[in-house]
T-cell receptor
């Protein structure tokens, strides 16, 4: 089975532009989470979607938005890009989103999209 | 003070050595995750635990809920274990993906 796939792998954008990052979860997984990892730091949580609904949101500005499609794939959108948005964007999927069942539902991460804003 | 603290930040070991990486957290949690990140950026989930101890091959993870502390041990370390090891916690009552991450421990194992 294919793992979590993210596209594109690398991306270069200019300040003020918009970007869309994509994530396909493992088949059967209904939850997708997004993270931002700035160079030299640990990742930071951006969003979680489960069954096409937002289930969690981190401390990011409204320029960041996401959605989940009926096939459980997901997009992360960032508007009005800033230099500080340069980072590795990671996606992770799991079977469930929260609650007691999540204790046996580990996260599976993709290889990330490296975004450079110039 | 960060809600998840790891130590050490950097660790160099000789092949074959026993390695311990520590993680302390200050929030109530539903689960603690140990993750491995290689230079390319991809992350592999090593363990997810909420109590006790788990073992997979040469890796052992323990957690003490009362002390809010977890350790990751690597026995008979090998150069291929060189990576960044990240501790992350799922906050109690929060969604599973809403993780708080430590800054990571960069491990280098020399042959």
């Amino acid at each position: 089975d294919a793992g979590v796939t993210q596209s594109p792998t690398h991306l270069i954008k200019t300040r003020g532009q918009h970007v869309t990052l994509r994530c396909s979860p493992i088949s059967g997984h209904k939850s997708v989470s997004w993270y931002q990892q700035v160079l030299g730091q640990g990742p930071q949580f951006i969003f979680q979607y489960y069954e096409k609904e937002e289930r969690g949101r981190g401390n990011f500005p409204d320029r960041f938005s996401a959605r989940q499609f009926p096939n459980y794939s997901s997009e992360l959108n960032v508007n009005a890009l800033l230099l500080g948005d340069s980072a590795l964007y990671l996606c992770a999927s799991s079977l469930v989103g929260s609650g007691s069942l999540s204790y046996n539902s580990p996260l599976h991460f993709g290889n990330g999209t490296r975004l450079t804003v110039t | 003070k960060n809600e998840v603290e790891q130590s050490p930040q950097n660790l160099t070991a000789q092949e074959g050595e026993f390695i311990t990486i520590n993680c302390s957290y200050s929030v109530g949690i539903s689960a603690l995750h140990w993750l491995q990140q290689h230079p390319g950026g991809g992350i592999v989930s090593l363990f997810m635990l909420s109590s006790g101890k788990k073992k997979h091959g040469r890796l052992i993870a323990t957690i003490n809920i009362q002390e809010k502390h977890s350790s990751l041990h690597i026995t008979a370390s090998h150069p291929r274990d060189s990576a960044v090891y990240i501790c992350a916690v799922s906050r109690y009552g929060g969604s599973q993906g809403n993780l708080i991450f430590g800054k990571g421990t960069k491990l280098s194992v020399k042959p």
